[in-house]
Structures are given as structure tokens and as C-alpha cells.
């Protein structure tokens, strides 16, 4: 590009010309000769004029204006009422908390802890007590049966 003296004679002048532009902007920004309004009662407010709209009604379209046909009117389908199917009440588990489980390292018969209500039972499998029947056990959780329904309850 320039190359020498005859660089150096160009671009500084332009180099302190863009500094300088600088420098006065910011120091224009924080200078305290911004005109400001000295009584604020002496502003007025003009009222804004409107112009009231003209009303319009919106008509159905008998044809289609691009095509030239006249519209189909859609008829509704009559939509069948559900029939009323009676619900069968919710069934209410009782208070049942899974204590752990009992067996015998030579035999692979288990006996849970379980308590019912607050009451505490030993049961094995496929047994039942208090209208619950255990399905399933491990150590850590337990398949139980109550009114036709399964849940499982996990260790606490």
C-alpha cells in the first residue's frame, strides 16, 4: 500500500481526525449545555383528533368469487350423546406399608412384614389377611392384591 514517508503524511492526519471526532462526542454527551424545558407548567397538550369510522355489516357470500360456483352449505352431523355408563366407585386401598422380608438361605420360602391399618402382619406368598393377598416379593418391593386390583408398594 503506502509504503514510506508519503503513508505516514496521509494516514496520521486521517487517524487524528477520526480520534478527534471521538473525543468530542463523548465529551459533547456529558456536557450540561443540553437545552432543558425551565417551567414545566408552560407545556400544553394538543387534543388528538379522531375521525369516527363509518359502521359495516358483514353479508354471506352465495358464491365463490374466484370460481363462479355457488357454496355448499355444510350441514351439521348430529352428534351422539354418550350413553350414561354407571362408574363403579374407586376402590380405597388401606394403609399398607411394606417392612421388609424374612426367608431362609436354604429354602425359597419368604415371609414379609406388612403392615395393615397399623397392625402388623407376617404373610407369604399367596396368602391372604385383611382382604390383601401377596403376589409377589423381593427385597424391595412387594405385588399386592386388593378387590380385584394390583399395586406395588416399594421398601421404606
Known sequence: ML???KGLYILFPVVAFIW?????????????????????????MATIK?????????????RDPFLGKAYKIARRKEVKKPSVVSQKPPIIWPSIRYKGRVSNQNTADAVFLLEINGTEYLIKKNQSEAA?????????????????????????
Open 3 to 5: 509504503k514510506g514517508k
Open 132 to 156: 390383601v393377598t401377596v403376589l409377589k416379593g423381593t427385597a424391595t418391593y412387594i405385588r399386592l392384591r386388593y378387590q380385584g386390583k394390583t399395586k406395588q408398594f416399594n421398601l421404606l
Open 20 to 44: 478527534g471526532a471521538i473525543i468530542y462526542q463523548v465529551v459533547d454527551a456529558f456536557s450540561e449545555d443540553d437545552p432543558v424545558i425551565a417551567d414545566p407548567t408552560t407545556i400544553t
Open 50 to 62: 379522531t375521525k369516527e369510522r363509518a359502521p359495516f355489516s358483514i353479508h354471506t357470500i352465495s
